[in-house]
């Protein structure tokens, strides 16, 4: 089907960029399954390595006089002794873990372009791989505002999983490049220049910040194109990778200002969660079932605010440049063809 043009003929009001946050969050809250879904996609593929990490912690422990003591609380000493003898996934289970401390240490190793420990790059990779598959549906959810069956939602996810693919080729090159290029310069080459006969820590601090904030501004854009290259290419049933960034940078270039106060809304919304996270986490002498429900709190409200990020820029590109009867490709049901799904529409309409 041919993609709507980037400058409509007849003017039309603009959309407004809270708006489409609001409507967002209400397409998400309409559709619990695809949120319950992912969610328990994130525990499955979890539930592998934690069970494989209790599994080392109960071999190290046995029946000690150590594994009585845990029982009361988290303790640095065995944490020393298990890291020091750990291997595989093991190695993960540090003193980082523990409550908001986590969210902290993955935040920090992001920043600094840390690798992902090997251990559980399979897990990782797998995660990503399901994501990608089930966010075409999602996507395609979002875009209809209307109860779609499971056939039609993994049909979606099928059809849009390839040209997700191709999309993530070209976006990770570009990830690759800042991570492997840009982060190195600015961190080692530029920070060692401009600290190099700084005389206090706080001016080395600022400039690292200064460099932090370069750096995430760069990501920022990488993101924000990858996610509006997946909206039109699920609301316009575009095919070429290429084009389909190419489409999505147009896009952002005639409304910069716009598209970031809708990245900024979204962003407030994971640090309004964040901020409940780092209020409710769990001690380390708190029950297990507390922890746990805790926990698992936490990743269902991040799962919901991501949803909603991605209904939230949906809705703001179909109020910007979709048409009234044109919100997203044909049901994929047999015997229906898309043109049947097209006439159903304009009925609709």
């Known amino acids: ?45 979890a539930a592998p390595l934690a069970v494989a990490v209790a599994t080392l912690v109960e071999a190290h422990l046995g029946a000690s006089l150590e594994s009585e003591r845990m029982l009361g609380g988290w303790s640095p000493r065995w944490e020393g002794e298990f890291t020091a003898d750990a291997t595989g996934v093991g190695r993960t289970l540090t003193h980082e ?18 690798p992902i420990d090997r251990s559980i790059i399979g897990a990782v990779a797998t995660y990503v791989l399901l994501w990608v598959f089930l966010s075409g549906g999602a996507l395609d959810r979002f875009a209809r505002g209307r109860p779609v069956r499971v ?13 997700f693919l191709r999309l993530g080729v070209v976006v990770g090159l570009a990830y690759w490049v800042l991570f492997t290029w840009v982060h190195p310069f600015l961190f080692d080459t530029i920070y060692n220049r401009l600290t190099r006969a700084l005389s206090t820590e706080h001016q080395a601090v600022l400039y690292r910040t200064l460099l932090y904030l370069v750096f995430f501004t760069l990501l920022i854009v990488v993101n924000v194109i990858a996610d509006f290259a997946k909206v039109r290419a699920v609301v316009e049933d575009r095919r070429s990778a290429i084009t389909t960034l190419g489409a999505a940078i147009r896009f952002i270039r005639r409304r910069p200002f716009r598209v970031a106060a809708l990245y900024l809304l979204n962003v407030l919304a994971f640090l309004i969660i964040a901020r409940l996270w780092m209020q409710i986490a769990p001690s380390a002498g708190a029950p297990t079932w507390q922890a746990l429900l805790a926990a698992q709190l936490f990743i269902l409200a991040r799962v919901w605010a991501k949803l909603a990020f991605m209904a939230s820029e949906v809705v703001f590109f179909q109020g910007e440049l979709a048409h009234a009867t044109y919100t997203a490709a044909a049901e994929p049901l047999w015997p229906d063809s898309p043109a049947v799904e097209a006439l159903r529409n304009l009925r609709r309409t």
Do not use: H, K, N, Q
């Open 1 to 45: 089907m041919p993609s709507s043009p980037d400058a409509p003929v007849v003017a039309r009001p603009r959309a407004r960029v809270l708006g489409a946050v609001l409507e967002g969050w209400r397409r998400v809250l309409r559709a619990p399954s695809v949120t319950v879904g992912i969610w328990l996609l994130t525990l499955l593929v």
């Open 151 to 163: 056939s039609a939602f993994f049909g979606a996810c099928g059809v849009y999983f390839f040209r």
């Open 97 to 114: 873990i523990l409550g908001f401390g986590g969210t902290l240490a993955t935040i920090s190793r992001f920043a600094d372009g840390e």
